[in-house]
């Protein structure tokens, strides 16, 4: 049989080390496995989602109550994203705690950090798509923060919301960012991140002769592993949905309505948290790209592991890189938990 | 000095060609997607006769959205976009705090606590002849 993109993916052997829940935390493949449930189910939405403004949050309301099963399609979808962007970041530490990302594997790490940023953008505006009233404000100060960049604001912001008013005009630019110009990115950079795992010797372990366990795994094995987290996975996708609906809130129609508190989404508490500091260009802006500048630059500004350290969970020889990642991961999480 | 033969300077050529023409369908595709449709951006608001409006009273004119107050000094509107990211500010004890990020602002506009950095704008409000309140947001 002629050598498929599936057999590129999964060659006759590998060594087991590879394929060790352990080892891998098997995120990046949960990952592939949540964006094909979100591609499904995103187009057996579409069917019934109407992106115009006054029938937006109706059509959402009938998918979730009237459609048949159209409350566990919406809730799979929604769940699906928010364990995409859990799975995603688990990856990333998992990535870096292993020393995985070093050369060859630094061009990778960069199309994975590429494929994080569109994941958080995907979220948001599909987020926006409810166009119920609790969207209103975390739009607002998400285009009005675009606005703040000195030179390019004004154009990026009419990129984003093509009018004057976000919670009148950006809809229809939400929706066609969400189901194609963020989507189609995903698809392609995700297929090449997938290939480029294997044109780089696959998922990092240490080179043969320093391997502890020289054990393989066959091709078979390695398809029952995946199948076997697939199930997991869906299982516990279905369970998630039935026992916890996605949010949902009265139709946004004219004026948006006065609220005590508006909350962001939770993905980007730890964003609103920083803006209640200050200036939004500082805050809202030049930190939040600090951070994802210092994850990009991390194969680059710290010294290559050593090779005996490839793929060995917390080893010495990338100790700062480990630090630097920890501290981010901690300021994100302890601003999320501070913001209530 | 080195010479450039003819298969470099073709290549050279081509791929500045190519690069400038990317350039320009990126360009295209930019101001394309920047277009913004002409909106009836509403300079003034007619709130209708001005008796309606009693002395002393405070009343929300949610399409603006702005806070018309008649006092014993006349008219006055003051503005309830927050100058911080552009929430709607809420009447508060003590003034108005914003819903998004928790600036608060005392009656007469100024902010007491921050992120905001600037006061609520105070907006110009006439009567005209026919006897009608009108707010000019803009200016």
Same mark, same amino acid.
């Given at each position: ?66 459609? #048949? ?151 078979? =094995? ?119 | ?5 003819? $298969?470099? &300077? ?31 951006? $509403? ?28 006092? =014993? ?16 500010? =809420? ?13 608060? &602002? ?30 000019? #947001?803009?200016?």
């Amino acid at each position: 049989m002629r050598p498929n993109f599936f057999h590129h993916l999964h060659p006759p052997t590998i060594p087991a080390e590879q394929a060790r829940w352990r080892h891998t935390l098997g995120a990046g493949g949960t990952a592939v496995f949540l964006v094909l449930v979100l591609l499904v189910t995103g187009i057996l939405e579409m069917f019934y989602y109407v992106p115009n403004p006054q029938e937006a949050a109706l059509s959402v309301q009938r998918i979730t109550y009237h459609v #048949p099963y159209g409350w566990l399609i919406r809730n799979l979808h929604y769940w699906a994203a928010q364990l995409l962007l859990i799975f995603a970041s688990l990856h990333l530490l998992r990535v870096v705690f292993t020393a995985a990302y070093g050369p060859p594997r630094r061009f990778n790490y960069l199309l994975g950090m590429g494929l994080f940023v569109l994941a958080f953008l995907l979220d948001f505006t599909g987020y926006i798509l409810r166009w119920d009233v609790e969207v209103c404000w975390p739009l607002v100060t998400g285009t009005n923060l675009l606005k703040t960049i000195p030179l390019i604001g004004d154009f990026l912001f009419r990129l984003a919301v093509g009018g004057e008013n976000a919670c009148e005009s950006a809809l229809l630019r939400f929706y066609t960012w969400h189901i194609f110009a963020l989507t189609l990115p995903v698809v392609i950079l995700g297929v090449w991140h997938a290939f480029r795992v294997r044109r780089d010797g696959g998922i990092a372990v240490p080179p043969p002769a320093l391997r502890p366990n020289p054990e393989r795994i066959s091709r078979f =094995e390695l398809v029952r592993r995946e199948v076997q987290a697939m199930l997991i996975v869906g299982a516990a996708l279905v369970v998630l949905s039935v026992l916890f609906p996605a949010p949902i809130a009265p139709a946004m129609i004219g004026q948006p309505v006065l609220t005590e508190e508006a909350r962001a989404p939770w993905f980007f508490l730890w964003v609103q948290q920083l803006l209640k500091w200050g200036d939004p260009f500082v805050f809202g802006v030049l930190i939040p790209f600090a951070i994802l500048l210092a994850l990009i630059l991390i194969p680059y500004i710290f010294p290559p592991p050593a090779p005996q350290d490839v793929g060995r969970w917390f080893p010495p020889s990338n100790r700062l890189a480990q630090v630097v990642i920890t501290l981010i991961a901690v300021f994100i999480l302890v601003l999320t938990l501070v913001n209530r | 000095m080195s010479t450039l033969n003819r $298969r470099d &300077f073709l290549k050279l050529l081509t791929g500045g060609l190519l690069t400038l023409s990317g350039m320009l369908g990126l360009g295209a595709i930019l101001r394309f997607l920047s277009y913004t449709p002409e909106t009836v951006r $509403r300079s003034q608001f007619d709130l209708g006769p001005a008796d309606r409006y009693p002395l002393g009273s405070r009343t929300l004119i949610a399409s603006i959205p702005a806070l018309l107050i008649h006092d =014993e000094t006349g008219f006055r509107a003051l503005s309830l976009v927050c100058t911080h990211l552009g929430c709607t500010v =809420e009447t508060a004890e003590g003034g108005f705090a914003c819903p998004c990020h928790g600036s608060r &602002f005392d009656p007469s506009g100024q902010v007491t606590r921050g992120p905001a950095g600037a006061p609520l704008a105070w907006l110009r409000v006439e009567v005209n002849e026919a006897g009608n309140v009108i707010i000019y #947001p803009e200016e």
